[in-house]
């Protein structure tokens, strides 16, 4: 972590716990567009939805939008002119990048994306990050200023934030999908996939859905008897969650998931918060993607086996090893992929492969 002046780290700290008690989607990308400019100036700051191979871009901002322009029409076709999403694209790198790392002033000024946009909008210079979004797309922020660019002080208080921003939002967008449960759970919350532990202050169940209480059960060994306790290892692990930083200058670590594994699947535990009240989320995912379910997309037995395992994080050559195939024929086999999900990226792609093994989990343990 970079070495930060004691009020710089209190302030990074402060904001940090304000991230982390969003309640949702929304609650988490107001806070980001309010409270990031604070954390470092900017005139302007953004949270965008990103989905090219849909068409979508959504921006929330704290500008005024130009005159006679809607900024999520354009941004679709113009995004990529941005050198530092063109940077993020290539290199899957979630540290903030300024253009001027990529640019100068003139090449900026040259484009498309400039002129129809952020000259309109008095974008000078930028600071970005970029992560990745459920569904296959991607979270963008910017920070945006008229007259100067970022200096290294605010460039390190910003490299502080990436593992904060993506656990948090992962912990926001399960709280939405949460909400959105309970707003349907009169017509069967187990039918989603996900189950739902709502706790007391004191950590106890106030209440549990059928399908979370069957994986306690599988995984933890829950007693019956004691439908209001959380088992053992469960309850440690909220309650380090839970805990406040022991001095103003200590760096909470981001809140992340409890994973545990059993019969070839995982369950993946989540702390949120609804209303100041703590919320397990649940999920359970296969360890590895069965071909069939892939092959029911379209796919060729070979092509569904090469998705499954780009899906699992494996690079080419190591395909090309696990399958006993060369390097070029993984390529092709991955570009056939592409033409018949529809899609461009091999991140996309995986997130097609994700969804379906999810949609299968979820029908075969009805």
């Not at 979370?212 to 692990?237: C, I, K, N, T």
């Not at 997130?351 to 075969?364: F, I, K, Q, W």
Request: proline share 4%.
């Amino acid at each position: 972590m970079p070495k930060l002046a004691h009020r710089d780290l209190q302030t990074v700290i402060a904001f940090i716990c304000g991230l982390n008690a969003a309640e949702g989607l929304e609650d988490y990308s107001r806070y980001l567009v309010r409270e990031l400019r604070r954390l470092v100036p900017a005139e302007r700051s953004s949270y965008n939805d990103i989905y090219l191979q849909r068409g979508r871009f959504r921006s929330i901002s704290n500008g005024a939008a130009a005159a006679g322009v809607d900024p999520d029409r354009i941004m679709v076709g113009l995004i990529r002119q941005n050198p530092a999403f063109r940077y993020f694209e290539d290199h899957r790198d979630h540290q903030w990048r300024t253009i001027s790392d990529f640019t100068t002033r003139q090449q900026f000024h040259r484009t498309a994306a400039y002129n129809e946009w952020y000259r309109l909008v008095e974008t000078e210079f930028m600071a970005v990050t970029v992560f990745p979004a459920l569904g296959g797309g991607v979270v963008g922020l910017a920070l945006s200023r008229r007259s100067r660019d970022f200096t290294e002080r605010e460039r390190q208080i910003l490299d502080v934030l990436p593992p904060h921003l993506l656990q948090s939002y992962r912990n926001a967008s399960r709280a939405t999908e949460m909400s959105q449960t309970f707003a349907s759970m009169n017509r069967g919350v187990d039918a989603s996939g996900v189950g739902i532990i709502l706790l007391n202050q004191d950590h106890r169940s106030q209440l549990t859905t059928t399908r979370a209480r069957a994986w306690l059960a599988e995984y933890f060994g829950l007693q019956p008897r004691h439908p209001d306790r959380l088992p053992s290892r469960v309850l440690d692990w909220v309650a380090q969650q839970d805990i406040k930083p022991s001095r103003a200058d200590h760096m909470p670590l981001p809140r992340g998931a409890l994973v545990t594994e059993a019969d070839g699947k995982r369950l993946i535990v989540r702390l949120v918060s609804r209303q100041g009240e703590p919320v397990l989320l649940l999920r359970e995912e296969y360890l590895e993607i069965p071909v069939p379910v892939l092959e029911a997309l379209g796919l060729s037995r070979r092509e569904a086996e090469v998705l499954k395992w780009a899906a699992e994080g494996k690079r080419d050559g190591e395909i090309a090893l696990i399958l006993g195939l060369s390097v070029r024929t993984v390529n092709h086999h991955l570009e056939r992929i592409y033409r018949k999900l529809n899609v461009e990226t091999r991140t996309t792609a995986a997130a097609h492969a994700l969804e379906a093994a999810g949609r299968h989990m979820v029908s075969a343990a009805r």
